[in-house]
């Protein structure tokens, strides 16, 4: 009785001290939060939890995001690091539980053990299973299991962070692409104008009727926009490679739409709560993922300083003969304890510690770096919204009075009231008037799907972690 009670006391021992585990549990840093955002914003849930590339209500644009989940490269390189950090996660926390190994082996011979002449014939033959525990009286392998468990969670956010960013890359070469179109439209409009002027212009000159300046200032406009037409055609052509390796092919032609129903995707959005964006952007949620990870390592090395102890039980057969060998007269086992722990190190345990604290506050200074340049982009965002819808309402009152004053440059022109270069600097501002409106208009939408990306929009925000820990 006695005896049971002394193991009693010695088993609990055990466990209250497995129970315990070096270093400091991780809490999620608090960081200072704004009440709102800088630039006024519209009231309500953030709609960043939508769909948003929805609205723009082009069936092209979101096939081409669908197939860009599926095919992009950069998100099957994620995906195949969350499967590694899965793989991960399990090998370290098998180290918790028992291991088990078997051992069969025969051995036959004349040589006298621990003696180099030969002797009689002998033969052996075992057959065993070794059992293997190492207590964890420190949380070692606990805090282990922990920073790899985290590190599973920050890829799985990573993940998060190259889709929003893949979806906004798509949708916004999609923008440039339709841009492009419309520039090239624009220019080859010009081109058409200015080769009817120039043959009226060489006509007149013919008749004596008009200088040969008029004539030289007319081929200079058309060159220029003959020349503005290739820049053109070839931003669009790199645009549309770029967007082919985006969906995951080779660089090709891209079949587009035009954007349908655009003014309802100009309304004004909710930009919600600025502590939504604590919990709503996966890169917040990785830097929290790995300064989790880290401090669980401090852990980790502050264990290390302190005696391990692993405890292995050998249980099987051994015989000198094969007759009879399963015999419980061949029975063997055997029990043994082992404790080991560092006597002096000189100082290299201690150095371990202060290095894991050390690259932990790093981590919390990303953390913290990354909450900051999360509201800047959502501040900045917000600002480009606002602004690119007043610059396009500006840019296309400029093309309506362009296209007036070019009229009545060149009705002035043919009435004698005045120069050819009137005609000119008339017909150049309306050129570039209208390639600005272009342009504009799509950094208007390009703006608005920045601000979905600031705000961490296109992803359920349960859904990265919920797959992760379903899979453990």
């Known amino acids: 009785m006695k005896r049971f009670f002394s193991h009693s006391v010695t088993f609990s021992m ?32 953030s709609i960043a939890n939508l769909e948003w590339w929805e609205l723009f209500q082009d069936e092209e644009l979101t096939r081409l995001i669908k197939l860009a989940l599926i095919n992009n490269k950069e998100v099957a390189i ?26 069969a082996g025969a051995t036959r011979g004349n040589l006298i053990p621990g003696a180099g002449r030969p002797g009689s014939i002998n033969e052996t033959f075992v057959l065993a299973g070794n059992l293997s525990f190492e207590l964890d009286l420190w949380g070692k392998l606990r805090r282990s299991t922990e920073a790899a468990r985290a590190e599973l969670l920050a890829t799985v956010e990573a993940r998060n962070v190259v889709t929003i960013t893949l979806i906004a890359d798509v949708a916004s070469v999609y923008l440039l692409i339709l841009d492009l179109d419309e520039r090239v439209r624009i220019a080859r409009r010009t081109i058409q104008t200015r080769q009817d002027s120039l043959d009226i212009i060489q006509a007149r000159f013919d ?10 200032q007319a081929e200079i406009e058309l060159a220029d926009a003959v020349a503005q037409l290739a820049s053109l055609e070839r931003e669009k052509q790199r645009a549309e490679n770029l967007l082919s390796v985006l969906l995951g092919q080779n ?26 964006l604590l919990e709503r952007r996966p890169d917040i949620r990785q830097a929290s993922q790995l300064l989790a990870a880290q401090t669980a390592r401090i852990g980790v090395a502050e264990a290390l300083r302190f005696p391990s102890l692993s405890l292995t039980g050998t ?30 190190d000189a100082g290299r345990s201690k150095s371990r510690v202060e290095a894991e604290r050390a690259r932990t506050v790093q981590l919390l200074k990303n953390y913290e770096l990354t909450v900051l340049r999360a509201f800047q982009e959502v501040e900045d965002s917000l600002i480009d919204v606002s602004t690119y819808r007043d610059e396009a309402l500006a840019r296309q009152r400029q093309v309506a009075a362009a296209r007036s004053a070019s009229k009545l440059s060149l009705a002035r022109y043919n009435g004698g009231v005045t120069s050819y270069l009137e005609v000119l600097e008339s017909d150049r501002s309306l050129f570039r008037a209208e390639l600005l409106a272009s342009s504009t208009s799509r950094q208007q939408l390009v703006s608005i799907i920045n601000l979905y990306k600031a705000l961490g929009g296109g992803w359920l925000a349960e859904e990265g972690a919920t797959a992760a820990q379903a899979k453990e």
Request: glycine share 8%; net charge negative; hydrophobic share 45%.
């Open 14 to 45: 055990v466990l209250m001290l497995s129970a315990c585990a070096m270093g400091p549990d991780y809490e999620r840093p608090e960081v200072p939060v704004p009440e709102a955002y800088l630039e006024p914003a519209i009231p309500g849930a």
């Open 251 to 276: 660089p090709g032609s891209i079949v587009n739409m035009r954007l349908k129903n655009e003014e309802r995707f100009l309304q004004d959005i909710p930009a919600g709560l600025p502590s939504e």
């Open 78 to 103: 994620a995906m195949a690091r969350i499967e590694e950090a899965r793989a991960a996660l399990g090998f370290v926390r098998a180290d918790q539980f028992p291991n088990l190994d078997g051992a």
């Open 315 to 344: 249980l099987g057969l051994a015989s000198t003969e094969l007759d009879n060998f399963f015999s419980s007269d061949n029975q063997a086992w055997g029990l043994s304890a082992n404790l080991l722990g560092p006597v002096f």
């Open 207 to 216: 008749k004596g009727t008009v200088a040969l300046i008029d004539v030289n």
